[in-house]
C-alpha cells in the first residue's frame, strides 16, 4: 500500500443499509402460505369458496401482521445462533438493526389490532386474533 492511498474498508464494519427487500424477507412471507391456507380452510368448510372474501380481509391481515412481529421477535432472539450455524437469516446478517427490528415489529401489532376492530371480524375471530 502507497502511502497516498486510501485505507481498505474493511468489509465486516458496517452492515450494509436495508432495503425494502430485506424487510419483505424478514417478515418471512412464505411461512404466510400456511396460515393463509389453514385460515381459508377452516372459514371455507361452510361453502364459502376459496378466495377470501371482503368481510375476511381485516382477519386475514390481522393475522398476518401478528405472524410478521413474531417472526421478526423470533429472528432477533435467535440471530447469534443463526450466525454460528450459518443459517444467513436478514436479521442474523446484521442487515436491519434491533431498533428498526422492534419498531416494524410494534407496528405490526398496532395494525393488527386496527384491522381486528373492523365490524367485518366476529367476536369469536377477535378472540382468537387475542391469543394469538
Do not use: Q
Amino acid at each position: 500500500m502507497s502511502a497516498g492511498a486510501p485505507p481498505a474498508r474493511d468489509r465486516c464494519a458496517a452492515p450494509r443499509p436495508p432495503n425494502v427487500l430485506d424487510w419483505v424477507a424478514a417478515l418471512r412471507p412464505l411461512l404466510w402460505i400456511p396460515a393463509i391456507a389453514l385460515f381459508e380452510a377452516g372459514r371455507s368448510s361452510g361453502g364459502g369458496g376459496w378466495w377470501p372474501s371482503p368481510g375476511t380481509l381485516p382477519a386475514l391481515g390481522s393475522l398476518l401482521s401478528i405472524l410478521g412481529a413474531v417472526h421478526l421477535a423470533n429472528a432477533w432472539n435467535d440471530r447469534a445462533g443463526d450466525r454460528v450455524n450459518r443459517k444467513g437469516g436478514i436479521v442474523a446478517s446484521g442487515s436491519v438493526e434491533g431498533r428498526a427490528i422492534a419498531v416494524v415489529a410494534v407496528s405490526c401489532l398496532v395494525v393488527a389490532g386496527a384491522l381486528s376492530l373492523a365490524p367485518s371480524v366476529t367476536p369469536g375471530a377477535r378472540a382468537w386474533l387475542a391469543t394469538a
